[in-house]
């Protein structure tokens, strides 16, 4: 690799326009506690493209930086050279709100975005921990999901298309910006959670929605996570207006309700949207169904209800410097009841305190925990019991000391040969976020 002063003048050959960021802010885009030795920030599409060029060059490593709050995810980097900052691409490119679509540049918070979408009575289905931090192209390439994803899917569930900058220098496009143009969508899915060992994500098209007229929260308390579990899926079943289904341990809900918490029991928090009439049905069934497990029921007022969302989706956000650790499991609905039992009775083994936060209609269960080196462990333990019911088990963020004793992606993946392969394609000098990746890409 070049030296310093080299790569840096060969960025600014490249891309006149990129403003490099001064060395006193490098450690803003610290990576497990690696720094790199330039931050730039480009002006545009064709910009990144060179600037990635360049690095490439010079045998550069680059990491893609957005808002930062999916960065303590995925492996320690390799090598890390440069912080290719893309928040000076932040524009809303186009909005047909006729055609319920939407252009925006990858460095747009979402926080931005949606009051942009609201003045015409829209919004983009997506929601992620610390809104007005978090950018488009971060939370695409990380792939992130919160609890709208119950109902709504998955980032690339609502995408159209996008264009990326490769290390080649070229910036290419997949797909298009209407609905019915679905051309080269699969390339679309091939970046969507690749974080940044690829390309770099420099504009996204969406599909967009009208907001609900109404939206309530209601929660119920239970008196163990199985009969919860139940009443989750009975509820599910229904095809209500549930747009979040979140099923909270005690300590889980006891640091997200505040107030609202009742002592050692599980909660039931569901987000209901739609008419208005379609809300007070779902809020009846959800009584009835929740009522006749047991449960006692409460609601919120809808100024509380948006502070207990964001702390629900912020449950797994930690510093680096911090002994916590916050894991993903990924099995069959039918699986969840067992694994919640099972995990629950693991950490009480070990004496570490665990925070769940389950989906249990799509599979996902979040546990949170802190104890330094005593973690491991339980990570060992509980990634063994999610595999024994048929499904896995990642690292979604821990502090760089216990990186380097955790597989944070549980091994290779089925399709490790392919990715090899269309790494090598697309990223030849291994350029981009090496290491980061399932599989050390």
Same mark, same amino acid.
């Given at each position: 690799?070049?030296?310093?002063?080299?790569?840096?003048?060969?960025?600014?050959?490249?891309?006149?326009?990129?403003?490099?960021?001064?060395?006193?802010?490098?450690?803003?885009?610290?990576?497990?506690?690696?720094?790199?030795?330039?931050?730039?920030?480009?002006?545009?599409?064709?910009?990144?493209?060179?600037?990635?060029?360049?690095?490439?060059?010079?045998?550069?490593?680059?990491?893609?930086?957005?808002?930062?709050?999916?960065?303590?995810?995925?492996?320690?980097?390799?090598?890390?050279?440069?912080?290719?900052?893309?928040?000076?691409?932040?524009?809303?490119?186009?909005?047909?709100?006729?055609?319920?679509?939407?252009?925006?540049?990858?460095?747009?918070?979402?926080?931005?975005?949606?009051?942009?979408?609201?003045?015409?009575?829209?919004?983009?289905?997506?929601?992620?921990?610390?809104?007005?931090?978090?950018?488009?192209?971060?939370?695409?390439?990380?792939?992130?999901?919160?609890?709208?994803?119950?109902?709504?899917?998955?980032?690339?569930?609502?995408?159209?298309?996008?264009?990326?900058?490769?290390?080649?220098?070229?910036?290419?496009?997949?797909?298009?910006?209407?609905?019915?143009?679905?051309?080269?969508?699969?390339?679309?899915?091939?970046?969507?959670?690749?974080?940044?060992?690829?390309?770099?994500?420099?504009?996204?098209?969406?599909?967009?929605?009208?907001?609900?007229?109404?939206?309530?929260?209601?929660?119920?308390?239970?008196?163990?996570?199985?009969?919860?579990?139940?009443?989750?899926?009975?509820?599910?079943?229904?095809?209500?207006?549930?747009?979040?289904?979140?099923?909270?341990?005690?300590?889980?809900?006891?640091?997200?309700?505040?107030?609202?918490?009742?002592?050692?029991?599980?909660?039931?928090?569901?987000?209901?949207?739609?008419?208005?009439?379609?809300?007070?049905?779902?809020?009846?069934?959800?009584?009835?169904?929740?009522?006749?497990?047991?449960?006692?029921?409460?609601?919120?007022?809808?100024?509380?209800?948006?502070?207990?969302?964001? #702390?629900? @989706?912020? $449950?797994? =956000? &930690?510093?680096?410097? !911090?002994? /916590? *650790?916050?894991?993903?499991?990924?099995?069959?609905?039918?699986?969840?009841?067992?694994?919640?039992?099972?995990?629950?009775?693991?950490? #009480?083994? @070990?004496? $570490?305190? =665990? &925070?769940?936060?389950? !989906?249990? /209609? *799509?599979?996902?269960?979040?546990?949170?925990?802190?104890?330094?080196?005593?973690?491991?462990?339980?990570?060992?333990?509980?990634?063994?019991?999610?595999?024994? $019911?048929?499904?896995?088990?990642?690292?979604?963020?821990?502090?760089?000391?216990?990186?380097?004793?955790?597989?944070?992606?549980?091994?290779?993946?089925?399709?490790?040969?392919?990715?090899?392969?269309?790494?090598?394609? $697309?990223?030849?000098?291994?350029?981009?976020?090496?290491?980061?990746?399932?599989?050390?890409?």
């Amino acid at each position: 690799m070049s030296d310093n002063g080299t790569l840096k003048a060969s960025i600014k050959a490249a891309a006149s326009r990129a403003s490099i960021v001064p060395r006193r802010r490098l450690p803003d885009y610290a990576v497990d506690g690696l720094l790199p030795q330039i931050a730039v920030s480009p002006a545009n599409a064709e910009e990144t493209a060179a600037v990635l060029s360049a690095a490439a060059s010079c045998e550069a490593a680059v990491i893609p930086w957005g808002g930062g709050t999916a960065m303590a995810t995925g492996g320690i980097p390799r090598r890390y050279d440069v912080a290719l900052d893309v928040t000076r691409l932040n524009r809303v490119v186009e909005h047909v709100a006729e055609d319920l679509t939407v252009v925006v540049q990858a460095g747009a918070r979402l926080q931005e975005l949606q009051e942009h979408l609201a003045h015409r009575g829209q919004y983009l289905p997506l929601d992620s921990p610390l809104p007005e931090r978090a950018t488009i192209g971060g939370i695409l390439a990380s792939n992130a999901g919160g609890p709208w994803r119950h109902a709504h899917g998955w980032p690339r569930d609502w995408l159209l298309g996008m264009r990326v900058a490769l290390p080649d220098g070229n910036v290419i496009k997949s797909g298009g910006r209407v609905v019915k143009n679905v051309a080269g969508y699969d390339m679309g899915k091939l970046f969507t959670g690749s974080f940044g060992t690829l390309g770099v994500i420099v504009e996204a098209a969406f599909k967009v929605m009208p907001l609900p007229p109404a939206r309530a929260t209601a929660v119920a308390f239970f008196k163990s996570s199985g009969v919860a579990v139940r009443a989750a899926m009975a509820l599910h079943a229904r095809n209500l207006r549930v747009e979040s289904l979140d099923l909270l341990s005690a300590d889980a809900a006891n640091a997200v309700l505040v107030d609202h918490a009742k002592g050692n029991l599980w909660c039931l928090l569901a987000a209901i949207a739609g008419n208005r009439g379609a809300v007070e049905r779902t809020l009846r069934e959800m009584a009835a169904i929740c009522t006749g497990e047991g449960a006692a029921m409460a609601s919120l007022a809808p100024e509380q209800a948006e502070t207990v969302w964001q #702390r629900v @989706r912020g $449950l797994g =956000l &930690q510093t680096p410097d !911090r002994d /916590a *650790l916050t894991l993903r499991a990924f099995l069959l609905p039918s699986k969840v009841a067992p694994f919640l039992e099972s995990a629950e009775s693991t950490a #009480r083994a @070990r004496d $570490l305190p =665990l &925070q769940i936060d389950a !989906r249990p /209609a *799509l599979g996902a269960v979040y546990c949170r925990t802190a104890g330094g080196e005593r973690v491991t462990v339980l990570v060992r333990e509980l990634r063994e019991l999610a595999g024994s $019911l048929g499904g896995g088990l990642v690292v979604e963020a821990c502090a760089t000391s216990l990186k380097s004793q955790i597989d944070v992606w549980g091994g290779s993946r089925p399709d490790a040969v392919l990715m090899t392969r269309v790494k090598g394609a $697309l990223d030849a000098r291994r350029t981009m976020s090496p290491g980061r990746f399932v599989g050390g890409l």
